[in-house]
Each structure stands twice: as C-alpha cells, then as structure tokens.
C-alpha cells in the first residue's frame, strides 16, 4: 500500500511500503514441513522411502530396468509372554538399473504370531 506524506512546502512524497521477506519465510517453512515429513517416513515407512530414493538413484543411473521383492519367513522366535512361535519376514529388493549396477536393500519385520511350525 502506498503511504502519502504532505510536506512543508506542500508538496506529495510518495513512500512504497517496506518489503518484509514473506516469501522467504514461506520457503522456510515449507523446507522445514518437507524435512519433517521425510524423517517421519524413514522412521515409520522405510519401505516406500526406499521406492523415492530408487526413483532418484534411477534418474542418475539411466533409469530403472527391473525390479524383484522376495518376502519370506528368516526366522521363529519364542518371545517371553507371548504364547506359540513368532515368525520374523524378510524383505529382499532388488533394482537393477540401465547401467548395469543393482542395489539390494532387506527389510526385517518384528516378530508377528505365526501358525507355522518352527
């Protein structure tokens, strides 16, 4: 908004109004709530955080060619407490991009009831 000041000799002194740097506040902001929610997803999600990070390790790679997910039971637990055997998954991803390198990233679950015999 533009601010008219009268002066002594009656004359009109137009000042603009000061900038404040909103925008860069905002940028801040947004950054931050990003940062947040990357962090959130790596603790919580870290299978999908992985399918990010593929998609950018693909852009550098050449692009993505394949990909195969195996699950499969590693392990059977007794854990104090709880009754009957605890199967612990496992995940195992692998990304072959263009260029012919592969990464492999294993994912282990917590140990969940099963019916399977150990």
Same mark, same amino acid.
């Given at each position: 908004?533009?601010? *008219?000041?009268?002066?002594?000799?009656? $004359?009109?002194?137009?000042?603009?109004?000061?900038?404040?740097?909103?925008?860069?506040?905002?940028?801040?902001?947004?950054?931050?709530?990003? $940062? %947040?929610?990357?962090?959130?997803?790596?603790?919580? +999600?870290?299978? *999908?955080?992985?399918? +990010?990070?593929?998609?950018?390790?693909?852009?550098?790679?050449?692009?993505?060619?394949?990909?195969?997910?195996?699950?499969?039971?590693?392990?059977?637990?007794?854990?104090?407490?709880?009754?009957?055997?605890?199967?612990?998954?496992?995940? %195992?991803?692998?990304?072959?991009?263009?260029?012919?390198?592969?990464?492999?990233?294993?994912?282990?679950?917590?140990?969940?009831?099963? %019916?399977?015999?150990?």
């Amino acid at each position: 908004m533009v601010k *008219s000041v009268p002066m002594r000799d009656h $004359s009109v002194v137009i000042k603009p109004k000061r900038q404040r740097g909103v925008g860069a506040v905002v940028l801040l902001v947004l950054l931050l709530v990003l $940062s %947040i929610a990357g962090l959130g997803a790596g603790f919580f +999600a870290p299978a *999908s955080l992985s399918l +990010a990070q593929e998609q950018v390790l693909g852009l550098l790679h050449g692009g993505i060619v394949a990909t195969d997910e195996q699950t499969f039971v590693d392990a059977c637990v007794s854990v104090a407490g709880m009754q009957g055997p605890q199967a612990v998954t496992r995940t %195992i991803r692998t990304t072959t991009f263009r260029d012919g390198t592969t990464l492999t990233v294993a994912f282990t679950s917590r140990p969940t009831p099963t %019916i399977t015999q150990c």
